[in-house]
C-alpha cells in the first residue's frame, strides 16, 4: 500500500461519542487523524497532506439550508485539491444530496450507523494502491534487532506502507548493507542500540566509516526510556531514536516525517 500521506482528516458538524469511535478506529490502523469542526476552512490547507476526508453528516441535514451550504463549500474543497471523501450519512439522503450537490458524486458513502468493519474496509480499498506497480517506489527500511519477535512485530505495523527487511545481527546489516544494488538501496535503518558480539553503537560506528553507507539516516531502537539511558544514544549522534515501547501509531507518524 502506498500512501500520499499518513493522514486522514475526519470532517464534524459536532463532536460525539460516535467520532471518537471513529477517530480511534482509524488510529488503530495506523494513521494520523486531523479533526476538523466549526473551522471548515482549514480543508483546504489539509488537503495539501491529506489523502482522504471522511464526513460525518448530522442527521438533519436536509432540512436545514445553512448545513447543507456548508456541506457544499466542504465538498468542493476537497474535490479540489483533488483528494478522496468518504460520507457517513443516511443512505436514503444520499440521492437528494447527490442532486443538490454534483461535487459528491462518486464519493463512497457509508451508512448510519456506522459499522466500524465497513468503514475500515472502505478506508483500506481507497487508500491502497496497487502493489505491483508501486512497491519499488516505497521507502525501504532495514531493521536490525536481534529480538525476531519485535522485528517482526515492527515488520507486520509498517509494511503497507514502506519495504522492509531485517536481520538480527550487526555483522548481518553490515553484509546486507554491502550487497544492496544503489537502486535497490536503503533509506533508513532501525538498529537496536543492545545487542551481542556487535552492538548498535558498533555497528552505526562502521556504517559513518564506510562511504556508501555513511548518509543513511540510523534511527536506534532502545527499551530505555530514563533521561541518562537517552544521553548515552544520543551521545553516538544518531538521526534519533524510538523507544520499543511506542505505539505504532507513534512509529508510523515518527517514520514518515524522518523519510518524506
Excluded: C
Aim: glycine share 6%.
Amino acid at each position: 500500500m502506498q500512501i500520499e500521506t499518513l493522514n486522514i482528516v475526519l470532517v464534524l458538524y459536532q463532536y460525539s461519542v460516535v467520532a471518537k469511535g471513529i477517530e480511534n478506529k482509524l488510529k488503530s490502523m495506523g494513521y494520523h487523524v486531523d479533526i476538523v469542526s466549526e473551522k471548515f476552512e482549514l480543508i483546504r490547507e489539509l488537503s495539501k497532506t491529506s489523502k482522504l476526508f471522511i464526513v460525518y453528516l448530522p442527521g438533519d441535514i436536509r432540512g436545514d439550508k445553512l448545513k447543507m451550504k456548508t456541506f457544499s463549500n466542504i465538498s468542493e474543497m476537497i474535490v479540489e485539491g483533488g483528494r478522496d471523501m468518504i460520507i457517513i450519512g443516511d443512505l436514503q439522503q444520499q440521492e437528494d444530496l447527490n442532486a443538490g450537490i454534483p461535487s459528491i458524486m462518486g464519493s463512497r458513502w457509508i451508512d448510519r450507523p456506522v459499522e466500524m468493519e465497513k468503514l475500515s474496509e472502505a478506508v483500506d480499498e481507497i487508500m491502497r494502491v496497487d502493489e505491483k506497480e508501486n512497491y519499488k517506489a516505497k521507502k525501504r527500511i532495514l531493521i536490525v534487532d536481534d529480538d525476531p519477535s519485535y522485528a517482526k512485530m515492527v515488520r507486520e505495523w509498517i509494511k503497507e506502507v514502506y519495504r522492509v527487511d531485517i536481520v538480527t545481527a550487526g555483522m548481518q546489516a553490515i553484509s546486507f548493507l554491502l550487497k544492496v544494488k544503489e537502486s535497490e538501496k536503503v533509506d533508513l535503518i532501525l538498529l537496536d542500540y543492545e545487542m551481542p558480539v556487535v552492538d548498535g553503537p558498533q555497528v552505526l560506528q562502521m556504517l559513518r566509516q564506510d562511504p556508501d553507507t555513511k548518509g543513511i539516516p540510523v534511527i536506534f531502537l532502545t527499551g530505555q526510556g530514563s533521561k541518562e539511558a537517552v544521553a548515552r544514544v544520543m551521545e553516538l549522534k544518531p538521526d534519533g531514536y524510538i523507544l520499543k515501547s511506542t505505539t505504532r501509531e507513534d512509529l508510523m507518524r515518527y517514520l514518515y516525517a524522518k523519510l518524506n
